[in-house]
């Protein structure tokens, strides 16, 4: 006859076991994108959302990664972009130091916490708020900025560097650069995020503001640039 005490210890254990095995298949990912080899650069062409005519191109160059980051230099041919800016992302993918729109123009921050991108396990359905604190390295200034994120589902998608299973992210975000007349800009960003890589091969970013000294009867608000950004290429440094 079985023992009842050594069977009830068994269950608890293969209970125990499959949660484990559970747990790891949807932890979040802790190394570093496969796409992440310093010296690597990526490619992307920006699209003008509004006119769908290619704008010109963005490089992400992979400088350093460490144990928790991954520093990357970006440039691009679009005035509208910037000036060429230092990055740093988490290993997720989660924004430590990078630009966000303010009024129409990129301005640089640093994030704490980490500005949630991404919130994994990515499934389908999930959702998340979270407000983190922008802090302009220049000025000191320091903005309130709220993220709301929402999981949208798997699509395949192409691009210029090939198709790719994807995972669709979307968020809005409120930038908290609120002065005056100007009230905050509002963000709304989409990611197809591909596990094979850890990033987005495409993204999609518009935003919008009001001016309330420049109401008319009908509206005082103002839309800022759409960019949508396409991977074209990874270009590995040679030996």
Same mark, same amino acid.
Request: with cysteine; aromatic share 10%; charged share 20%.
């Given at each position: 006859?079985?023992?009842?005490?050594? &069977?009830?210890?068994?269950?608890?254990?293969?209970?125990?076991?499959?949660? =484990?095995?559970?747990?790891?298949?949807?932890?979040?990912?802790?190394?570093?994108?496969?796409?992440?080899?310093?010296?690597?650069?990526?490619?992307?062409?920006? @699209?003008?959302? $509004? !006119?769908?005519? +290619?704008?010109?191109?963005?490089?992400?160059?992979?400088?350093?990664?460490?144990?928790?980051?991954?520093?990357?230099?970006?440039?691009?041919?679009?005035? =509208?972009?910037? !000036?060429? $800016?230092?990055?740093? $992302?988490?290993?997720?993918?989660?924004?430590?130091?990078?630009?966000?729109?303010?009024?129409?123009?990129? @301005?640089?921050?640093? &994030?704490?916490?980490?500005?949630?991108?991404?919130?994994?396990?990515?499934?389908?359905?999930?959702?998340?708020?979270?407000?983190? +604190?922008?802090?302009?390295?220049?000025?000191?200034?320091?903005?309130?900025?709220?993220?709301?994120?929402?999981?949208?589902?798997?699509?395949?998608?192409? +691009?210029?560097?090939?198709?790719?299973?994807?995972?669709?992210?979307?968020?809005? @975000? $409120? =930038?908290?650069?609120?002065?005056?007349?100007?009230?905050?800009?509002?963000?709304?960003?989409?990611?197809?995020?591909?596990?094979?890589?850890?990033?987005? @091969?495409?993204?999609?970013?518009?935003?919008?503001?009001?001016?309330?000294?420049?109401? +008319?009867?009908?509206?005082?608000?103002?839309?800022?640039?759409?960019?949508? &950004?396409?991977?074209?290429?990874?270009?590995?440094?040679?030996?």
């Amino acid at each position: 006859m079985t023992n009842p005490i050594c &069977f009830s210890e068994s269950i608890r254990i293969l209970i125990v076991a499959t949660a =484990a095995i559970v747990i790891a298949a949807i932890a979040p990912a802790v190394a570093a994108p496969a796409s992440a080899v310093v010296g690597n650069t990526l490619v992307f062409r920006v @699209v003008n959302g $509004y !006119s769908n005519e +290619t704008s010109g191109q963005m490089q992400y160059r992979i400088d350093n990664i460490d144990a928790d980051r991954v520093t990357t230099s970006i440039s691009t041919g679009v005035a =509208a972009l910037g !000036s060429p $800016y230092i990055a740093i $992302y988490d290993n997720e993918g989660n924004w430590l130091r990078h630009t966000l729109t303010n009024h129409d123009q990129p @301005v640089e921050y640093e &994030f704490s916490p980490p500005y949630p991108a991404y919130v994994f396990p990515l499934e389908t359905g999930k959702s998340w708020s979270t407000r983190v +604190t922008a802090t302009n390295p220049v000025t000191g200034r320091r903005n309130s900025v709220r993220v709301d994120g929402e999981v949208l589902g798997s699509e395949h998608i192409n +691009t210029p560097a090939g198709a790719f299973d994807t995972i669709k992210v979307r968020r809005r @975000v $409120y =930038a908290g650069d609120g002065e005056g007349f100007l009230r905050e800009t509002v963000i709304l960003e989409t990611d197809w995020y591909a596990p094979a890589l850890g990033r987005a @091969v495409k993204s999609d970013s518009k935003s919008s503001w009001m001016d309330v000294s420049r109401c +008319t009867r009908r509206d005082c608000g103002f839309r800022g640039d759409w960019n949508i &950004f396409e991977l074209t290429e990874i270009r590995s440094e040679k030996p």
